[in-house]
């Protein structure tokens, strides 16, 4: 009697810390900043396999297909990721994306630079365009969306004038006769086979990147800053976070982003464009929104911006499957930001208050 | 309690700050010792924020001197502060909501294990160690991977307060850590702050709050106008002197006696 009177309380106790473990669980998860991107994913990848299975959405070569396009997008929008939560925004990487491909395609076709090196040269250009940048935002603390709205514009015009001066076109091809160029095209341009199907290399640059930029972001001291400075930059500064230089260096990593899809652009179409890139800062802003990441900063995540450019991939292609007239692909993302902005909020706003 | 009353563990003496044409501090001179809280009072706008900013290193003094453990400083940044063992809690400003109470806890000083480009944040030691300190200050918590979102006002604070703690500090600077607190909220505060100078911490508290001023100070100094009207021991002083220092003391006399003037003879007194 007395025995199973002491069990009882006990038994009690233990599954009351169950409950409460349960529930820290569901409110770590749902405060994760990908949740709603996942399931959003999720979502459209069963409406395209149903209505488009039976038209190659499902095979290999269409998954391949849209994974490639969610690549590229990816690539940026996970360094934009970064960038955002630590507060700040870049719209300059559209541009910078014409511009790398531009030094890429100038140095080596017009003065026969190995490919390698004019590479080299277009990385050195966009870390200073990222250093530029950051010290304006920095300098002058006017908002980053004003000041990067301003470079977008002047490396546009830039790379537009000076190509004009230089070659009299506004395009460069012929780019596959460059020295360097087949072993460029391997590392950046190559197909991996599998199950009898090509995958663009870029879908590894693309995985790699995630990866590398979560590990960072959640088990780095670094990471920590960057949530600090997004979160609150005058607190973050407050206890020792050195606030420039995590932001500096973040725009300088948006714009080595933007050059490595111009890297991979500009060889796998053999030439360079100075419109290229157009509009990709947007389309990088919305992946990045769409993965949850707050536009206040101090809250978001790769893996998030990933999965957004995952969700882009798969609707641009996924419509072409379906039949859909492309005119009604911007309508679609537009309410795909609306929707997943509404739902980051519900599910924020409900997580934090499951705990108090 | 006993409090050794040993020599002062910061002095600051004449300090002056301008800002363009403002004044903001005028030779203004305080000692804080270990296991002292010293109240700074002073009416919106008196010198109490760039006080503390001066002394939490974010603005460096015009003129004046200042010395901790007797030894002249002169801190160019925050982190300058910290290092020599100066934290500041501001009311506001203290923690980031949206991360977690460890992440919060260990910005800017993260635990790491690895080495060389493998260098990773300690994420379970930061846990466990905010787990540990907290409890240590008496606050319970399920789980420290929470975000500080979920906590009370007064929790927040009392973080804010095992960090610094923690982190060495030996001079706490409070910016009215029980401001925007409920009563039961603010002696949970109130309480912490006791438990930081019974391990020997000078504390700087700001605060509106007569009662929690006198229920918690030791010292009181009151800031007019970026000017010092004195330094008041608990023993030499009384609730009403403090009361009347608070509440602008001969501009309250004044505005009584203007009022009195309209309200009914039975309220003079």
């Not at chain 1, 419509?319 to 739902?343: H, N, R, T």
């Not at chain 2, 003496?13 to 010293?38: P, Q, T």
Request: aromatic share 8%; net charge neutral.
């Amino acid at each position: 009697m007395s025995a199973s009177n002491a069990a009882a309380p006990e038994h009690r106790e233990l599954k009351q810390d169950d409950r409460l473990q349960q529930q820290h669980m569901l409110r770590r998860v749902l405060l994760r900043p990908e949740v709603g991107a996942l399931a959003g994913a999720a979502a459209l990848w069963m409406y395209f396999a149903i209505a488009a299975g039976d038209r190659g959405f499902l095979s290999l070569a269409g998954t391949a297909s849209y994974l490639e396009v969610a690549a590229q997008l990816g690539i940026l929008a996970i360094a934009v990721s970064l960038l955002m939560i630590s507060g700040e925004f870049d719209l300059s990487i559209g541009s910078m994306i014409g511009a790398a491909g531009m030094v890429i395609a100038i140095l080596s076709v017009e003065y026969d630079l190995n490919i390698w090196l004019a590479m080299f040269a277009a990385l050195l250009v966009s870390i200073a365009v990222g250093v530029v940048n950051g010290l304006l935002v920095r300098w002058t603390r006017l908002p980053s969306f004003i000041i990067t709205l301003a470079t977008l514009f002047i490396i546009r015009g830039l790379t537009i004038a000076i190509t004009r001066i230089v070659t009299g076109r506004t395009t460069v091809s012929d780019l596959d006769e460059a020295a360097g160029y087949a072993s460029a095209q391997r590392l950046f341009d190559s197909e991996i086979t599998l199950l009898g199907a090509g995958f663009p290399v870029s879908i590894l640059w693309w995985v790699g990147l995630t990866t590398l930029a979560t590990w960072v972001l959640i088990r780095t001291p670094y990471g920590n800053w960057i949530f600090g400075c997004g979160g609150n930059e005058q607190a973050a500064h407050n206890v020792g976070v050195p606030v420039n230089r995590v932001k500096i260096s973040l725009f300088i990593v948006t714009a080595v982003a933007a050059w490595l899809v111009a890297v991979i652009q500009v060889i796998a179409l053999r030439g360079a464009n100075v419109i290229q890139g157009e509009q990709r800062e947007f389309y990088a802003i919305i992946a990045v929104v769409i993965g949850g990441t707050l536009l206040t900063g101090g809250y978001g995540s790769a893996i998030g911006a990933a999965i957004g450019a995952l969700i882009y991939g798969m609707v641009q292609q996924g419509m072409i499957y379906v039949g859909i007239d492309s005119d009604w692909f911007q309508v679609f993302l537009g309410s795909m930001v609306l929707f997943a902005v509404l739902l980051n909020q519900i599910v924020r706003v409900r997580a934090m208050k499951v705990g108090s | 309690m006993t409090t050794p009353s040993g020599s002062a563990l910061i002095d600051v003496a004449n300090i002056s700050k301008s800002f363009g044409s403002v004044r903001a501090l005028n030779d203004v001179s305080m000692s804080v010792s270990g296991g002292e809280v010293h109240c700074l009072l002073g009416d919106n706008g008196a010198g109490k924020s760039t006080l503390i900013k001066v002394l939490s290193g974010v603005h460096l003094p015009d003129h004046g001197e200042m010395r901790i453990d007797g030894q002249p400083v002169r801190f160019s940044s925050p982190r300058n502060a910290l290092q020599a063992g100066i934290a500041t809690a501001y009311q506001d400003l203290a923690m980031i909501p949206l991360m977690s109470i460890s992440r919060n806890f260990f910005l800017g000083n993260e635990p790491t294990t690895g080495w060389g480009p493998f260098r990773q944040f300690d994420i379970a030691r930061a846990d466990e160690i905010t787990r540990i300190e907290l409890n240590r200050m008496g606050i319970a918590i399920r789980d420290p991977s929470q975000p500080v979102g979920t906590l009370s006002g007064g929790e927040r604070q009392s973080v804010a307060i095992a960090r610094a703690v923690y982190f060495g500090a030996r001079i706490l600077i409070l910016d009215e850590p029980t401001a925007a607190l409920g009563v039961k909220e603010a002696g949970v505060v109130l309480r912490y702050i006791a438990r930081a100078r019974e391990d020997g911490l000078g504390v700087i508290f700001i605060t509106h709050n007569v009662h929690h001023a006198w229920a918690i100070g030791d010292k009181f100094t009151m800031l007019s106008h970026g000017r010092s009207e004195g330094t008041f021991r608990k023993e030499e002083t009384s609730r009403e002197a403090v009361i009347s220092l608070m509440a602008g003391g001969a501009a309250l006399e004044e505005l009584e006696h203007e009022l009195g003037h309209n309200a009914p003879p039975s309220s003079q007194s």
